[in-house]
């Protein structure tokens, strides 16, 4: 969730969410956001929508990448399909440029160069353990930090193929998430691990359910098949997080209990089921700071 707005002691709360049909054309999904049909509930009430948009916020986009040793041979081709995918950003835009390997780390700070972004990638050298656990709470912290400008994406480009569970558990990262108002995405690629590292890594107690930190934040899995599909994927993606739609809405939620404000949204019944006759992408709770 993002607070775009402050009147009073009411805030308005942002909604982003991504419609998909198995046989809707993107012009049928237009017609339903449209049509005014589309549910918010916040802890169980029905929100009155204030506002309806889409790609008109800035994006914040924070980069996770994978640097541990699986990933070494993706990394040239890597810094060519950021470059191509990036260049799809707004003027506006601003991405930022983690990594890890057994540590996770802050190389660029958020900036509206997306070309310095991608030369980065290709200087860096691959090697260690591969902590996706930290990757993601560190991008996640460091957007907490800052005033938010716009939407907030964090983006795990990794084979998701952990061996080190860092110091934080899946609950505590997507708390962190939620409260950062981030939208978790994973560009998934290959990786090149030998039978005993997968073996490992199946062993290893408390690495990140990256599939639960997207469900509950309203992300999801760009699969990359190869090397010859790594930029039309990235590009996929990132078109994907410049067509989602931003629903807005006034609330009187407070901090005072500490915990996450519940939210489900919906189509109007007449639709369908939820979950059966379409899906709905987006946060399903979000924190009053």
Not at 13 to 40: F, G
Not at 141 to 165: F, M, W, Y
Not at 222 to 235: E, I, S, T, Y
Request: charge should be negative; charged fraction near 25%; aromatic fraction near 6%.
């Amino acid at each position: 969730m993002r607070e775009v707005e402050g009147i009073g002691a009411q805030r308005k709360r942002a909604v982003s969410l991504v419609l998909e049909e198995e046989r809707a054309c993107s012009a049928y999904h237009q017609k339903i956001l449209e049509t005014a049909v589309v549910e918010v509930r916040e802890d169980g009430a029905a929100q009155r929508l204030n506002v309806f948009s889409r790609d008109e916020l800035p994006l914040e986009v924070a980069l996770v990448l994978d640097l541990s040793d699986s990933i070494g041979p993706f990394l040239g081709p890597l810094r060519d399909a950021a470059t191509t995918a990036l260049a799809a950003l707004k003027a506006d835009d601003e991405v930022a440029l983690f990594t890890f390997s057994t540590q996770a780390e802050l190389r660029v700070p958020f900036t509206k160069d997306k070309t310095e972004i991608a030369k980065q990638i290709s200087q860096f050298h691959a090697g260690g353990a591969t902590n996706i656990n930290d990757g993601i709470f560190i991008a996640s912290e460091n957007l907490l930090k800052t005033p938010p400008k716009g939407r907030r994406v964090i983006i795990l480009i990794s084979d998701d193929v952990g061996t080190d569970a860092g110091g934080q558990g899946t609950r505590d990262i997507v708390t962190e998430a939620i409260a950062a108002d981030a939208v978790l995405y994973n560009l998934k690629i290959p990786g090149y691990n030998p039978p005993q590292t997968l073996l490992y890594a199946s062993m290893v107690p408390g690495l990140v359910n990256i599939h639960r930190v997207m469900d509950q934040t309203g992300g999801e899995v760009f699969d990359v098949q190869d090397v010859a599909h790594l930029d039309p994927v990235f590009r996929a993606l990132i078109q994907r997080i410049k067509t989602r739609y931003t629903l807005g809405y006034y609330t009187n939620a407070s901090a005072a209990l500490g915990k996450p404000h519940k939210l489900d949204v919906r189509l109007a019944s007449s639709f369908g089921k939820k979950g059966k006759d379409y899906v709905v992408l987006s946060k399903n709770g979000f924190y009053v700071h």
